[in-house]
């Protein structure tokens, strides 16, 4: 196994602030959450391996790690760390920017599961590329600061209830598996961190759903009668919300995940039937 803090020493590292890094360097949380990623002869994408800690005890049990990393410097380091696998194949790129169709094709169309420690400044757009995608994930072990993770685990009616909330849970049995402090990591971080699991439900994935739901939720305060006139007449709302079970009143930030499945049912059948 790599010995993160010698790594880090001999490397002569400095993380780069502008892309978040902070290393994962808790003996214990990397063997947790190798665990958890990969129970044996997965295939993992793990999103910003940094130095390989982690990819190291995947590529252990794993049939292939697909490990894509944004810094060139780490890159580079992680050829050296990493060379006594020949199951990881390091990718340099913007996951943000990366297609779909190019993790697909890195798995050769098979199902994976996700391992991520994600930055802070990305970890909502990098998990609803994840989330919000007809890729074929089994499960996902996502990193990311405890007020981020807060978003995925809220129920309806609370502060930080969101579309992130509802699509996740659309589609995962979302829960919190793992509290990390600062000194789980170098450098340490400002704020505790969170490890969360997702277990895919085997709800198919519907585009409708996601864009009735963003929709929904466009303009917070106002109503869904108000915010869905954006994607439908304006007079068909009213049957629209009866036909979902809904009081013409309700707000997006009151509607659990089944309530926005209804919802999204109800204005597909208007539009095929238009």
């Known amino acids: 196994m790599i010995d993160s803090k010698k790594v880090i020493k001999e490397a002569g590292l400095d993380p780069n602030k502008a892309l978040g890094q902070n290393f994962l360097i808790d003996e214990s949380a990397l063997s947790g959450i190798c665990e958890l990623a990969c129970p044996g002869g997965?295939?993992?994408?793990?999103i910003g391996p940094g130095i390989g800690a982690l990819?190291?005890?995947?590529?252990?049990?794993a049939k292939l790690v697909l490990a894509v990393e944004i810094d060139g410097n780490m890159v580079e380091l992680l050829s050296k760390t990493l060379a006594a696998h020949n199951n990881v194949r390091i990718v340099h790129s913007d996951f943000l920017r990366m297609k779909n169709s190019a993790i697909l094709d890195g798995f050769g169309g098979a199902a994976f599961t996700v391992a991520a420690n994600l930055p802070y400044y990305i970890t909502s757009e990098a998990a609803m590329k994840l989330i919000d995608s007809d890729l074929p994930i089994n499960r996902m072990v996502l990193m990311m600061q405890k007020e981020a993770a807060e978003h995925f685990i809220a129920a309806p009616r609370a502060k930080c209830y969101?579309?992130?909330?509802?699509?996740s849970q659309r589609y995962y049995t979302v829960s919190q598996c793992m509290?990390?402090?600062?000194?789980?990591?170098y450098p340490e971080p400002a704020v505790?961190?969170?490890?969360?699991?997702?277990?895919?439900?085997?709800?198919?994935?519907?585009?409708?759903?996601?864009?009735?739901v963003k929709t929904a939720f466009s303009m917070r305060r106002k109503t869904?009668?108000?915010?869905?006139?954006?994607?439908?007449?304006?007079?068909?709302?009213?049957?629209?919300l009866e036909g979902a079970l809904l009081s013409p009143s309700a707000r997006a930030e009151e509607l659990s995940p089944e309530d926005f499945s209804r919802l999204a049912e109800c204005v597909k059948r208007l539009s095929s039937a238009e």
């Open 179 to 185: 509290k990390l402090s600062p000194a789980s990591y």
């Open 162 to 167: 969101t579309p992130v909330s509802v699509i």
């Open 55 to 61: 990819t190291d005890r995947l590529a252990e049990s």
């Open 42 to 46: 997965q295939n993992v994408l793990e």
């Open 192 to 212: 505790d961190s969170a490890v969360l699991l997702f277990e895919r439900n085997g709800c198919a994935y519907d585009r409708d759903f996601s864009r009735v």
């Open 224 to 240: 869904l009668r108000n915010n869905l006139s954006k994607i439908v007449p304006k007079d068909t709302v009213p049957a629209i």
